[in-house]
């Protein structure tokens, strides 16, 4: 449903100067009804100059009244021949021109740390093509001799939060890959306490491979 120009300023005129219900101005102005009983009490908008609704024919004598006879009546807005503001939709990522050319530079390092990442993925977390993707990953971009990896984080371009789950959104992509092909999820495998060859005791060592040592015969040797 549209809302009236100015929805506050809207509602206090109607506040003061109808018999509308609380529920009535709320539904007709975008606000919650405990919103326009705290404009009454003078809690909300104490500053605020009421705009008269039907002044600027958004509503009639008429229509006001007829909701003002049946609380349950909701007030209709009157359709203006004026052009409505158009609604923007998401686009891509703005980035501020000092920054541009560090793309490159943020796409090596996550085409590099995180393989796992879709190109898709990349290029919105930076707000970029796949075409430059592409490039600096098969290095024909026309700076490919002074990219050097650096975090997108670091430079500025994403937020860590934003980075964080798309890498985890790919990793759960990439199990649910390998588990329908039937193959194990990469895990990291756990380090070894064995360190022979650097010359430390290898406490992985099965005990009977070790040599026995007679402890009188090891004195004696002292001695």
């Known amino acids: 449903m549209a809302l009236p120009l100015m929805p506050k300023a809207t509602a206090v005129w109607l506040v003061e100067n109808t018999a509308l219900t609380f529920e009535q ?69 703005y980035t501020p021109v000092s920054k541009r050319a560090d793309k490159p530079d943020a796409i090596a390092y996550l085409v590099k740390t995180h393989p796992e990442l879709l190109d898709a993925q990349i290029a919105r977390l930076l707000g970029t093509t796949k075409d430059t993707i592409a490039k600096v990953r098969d290095r024909s971009h026309w ?40 193959k194990q999820p990469p895990h990291v495998e756990e380090e070894s306490e064995t360190t022979g060859q650097d010359g430390f005791v290898d406490f992985g060592k099965p005990q009977e491979d070790q040599p026995d040592i007679d402890p009188d015969t090891m004195f004696r040797s002292m001695g």
């Open 25 to 93: 101005v709320g539904d007709f102005c975008g606000l919650h009804k405990l919103e326009v009983q705290a404009i009454a009490d003078g809690e909300v908008a104490a500053g605020i100059i009421g705009l008269d609704p039907v002044m600027n024919g958004q509503l009639t004598a008429e229509e006001i009244k007829r909701c003002e006879d049946d609380p349950r009546a909701r007030l209709k807005m009157l359709r203006s021949e004026l052009p409505q503001p158009v609604t923007r939709t998401k686009g891509p990522r």
């Open 143 to 182: 700076n490919a001799s002074n990219i050097k990896p650096r975090s997108p984080v670091f430079l500025g371009l994403c937020k860590q939060a934003d980075l964080d789950a798309a890498v985890k959104r790919a990793q759960r992509r990439v199990e649910r890959e390998m588990k329908a092909s039937g």
